[in-house]
């Protein structure tokens, strides 16, 4: 026998070393043929069956139902299905007497005949109805552009049944196929309007669990989402969201007044030092930072001391509830001193955000103009900087606001050292 082919790599299927086909050639070897190769031009007997022809027969009638494969019967929901023949049930295999069913499914807002007449005035779904009525497959270049792609996209279970084009849509293995109808535009609004309003105001997501069932069009969210806007129901009914608290400064009337106070951990250590304990104005935002060994209020109180030596002791400092400003020792000089406490909520870092976002700007000038482990003797160039540049909030900076003049701008601590002096 000789076999006349389009497809040359069957030419070579004696010289494969796939295990597989070996063994397909085993299979074969009671078989006497021969493969000749055959231009896929000049195969026109083959390719005439194996391709198939579109029809020439004028475009069908619009009452073609939907028999979507052999065994498919399109049904009404209100028919009664044909009983079995049991004189036929010895003769005809079970999966020829037991065939697959499609319920027709239809909104009940409308009627079939409606359905159709608005589909026929919708240009782009009565195309598509149309092209689905043509008993060949879907061309490469035919509906592309963005009206028809997603029609295209689900183009395998379309089909027309009685002149409405309709979605085959399987949800459940033991339910038959249901036929639900594609939705003219002209329609969308009153099935959004009636599945809403109608069915309990749901949202979104409900809406789209109940209709899909029964109807379908493209993007059907869009349309829900438009008409939610829309309802003043649940406009009305909706709980609002509340709205967070603006932020609200610390009313301070002068500097020195009100002091924020942290620690912050500095990793890795230098000369022994770990933490810093961070303090700043609230009012002119002046910045002041001491390294530690420890975070304890025994090293805290000699720092505090130095401080309130130059500047005064403040009328209050606002700190968190941690140990060290919590202790009694530290609320026994605070008191000698006349100042007073107010602490923000536990956990809560935002209660003490002044000095907080001073130590994001700290920690980042560290990672960005130092860049080496001994960033103990480069702090105070560090503060000199910050303290002598503008400030967002205020627009002066802290210096000028605390002495009332501006820094001295020959002074640069960032470049001098003492040898170069």
């Known amino acids: 026998v000789t076999i006349f082919s389009d497809h040359r790599p069957l030419q070579q299927l004696a010289k494969s070393k796939s295990p597989r086909v070996e063994r397909w050639l085993l299979a074969m070897q009671n078989f ?33 139902t939907c028999p979507v494969r052999p065994g498919v019967e399109v049904i009404p929901p209100d028919s009664v299905v044909p009983e079995e023949d049991p004189e036929l049930s010895g003769l005809l295999p079970d999966t020829m007497m037991k065939p697959l069913i499609a319920t027709v499914v239809l909104c009940p807002l409308w009627s079939w005949d409606k359905l159709r007449e608005a589909q026929e005035q919708d240009r782009v779904v009565r195309e598509v109805r149309d092209r689905v009525l043509v008993d060949a497959p879907l061309g490469r270049k035919e509906f592309t552009s963005r009206l028809y ?65 029964t109807l379908y069009w ?32 610390v009313p301070v009337g002068r500097p020195w007044h009100t002091l924020a106070a942290d620690y912050l951990e500095i990793t890795p250590p230098a000369d022994g030092k770990k933490y810093l304990l961070v303090l700043q104005d609230y009012f002119t935002k002046w910045a002041e930072a001491y390294p530690l060994q420890r975070a304890t209020v025994e090293e ?54 002044l000095v907080e976002r001073f130590n994001r700007s700290l920690l980042d000038m560290l990672r960005r103009h130092i860049g080496i482990p001994d960033w103990v003797s480069h702090l105070p160039a560090l503060l000199w900087v910050y303290n002598t540049s503008i400030h967002s909030v205020t627009g002066f900076s802290p210096y000028k606001l605390l002495f009332a003049r501006d820094p001295p701008s020959d002074f640069l601590p960032m470049t001098m050292s003492a040898a170069d002096l």
């Open 32 to 64: 006497r043929f021969e493969v000749r190769y055959k231009e896929g031009v000049k195969n026109i007997n083959a390719d005439a069956l194996s391709r198939p022809q579109l029809p020439a027969a004028p475009k069908p009638p619009l009452t073609k």
């Open 149 to 213: 792609m997603p029609y295209r996209r689900i183009w395998s279970v379309l089909d027309v049944c009685d002149g409405v084009l309709v979605r085959l849509l399987k949800t459940d293995p033991l339910e038959p196929v249901r036929c639900v109808a594609v939705v003219p535009t002209s329609l969308r609004k009153e099935a959004v309007a009636y599945y809403h309003d109608e069915k309990g105001h749901f949202a979104e997501k409900r809406m789209l669990e109940n209709m899909k069932p």
């Open 218 to 249: 493209p993007n059907m969210h869009v349309e829900i989402n438009d008409y939610l806007q829309q309802c003043t129901g649940c406009t009305v009914a909706r709980p609002g969201r509340p709205i967070p608290s603006p932020l609200v400064p």
């Open 300 to 353: 805290t109180l000699p720092h505090l001391l130095n401080l309130f030596s130059k500047f005064g002791p403040p009328v209050r400092i606002h700190s968190d509830q941690g140990p060290q400003f919590e202790s009694i020792l530290f609320n026994r000089v605070m008191e000698a001193l006349g100042i007073k406490r107010s602490r923000s909520s536990v956990y809560h870092p935002q209660g003490n955000g």
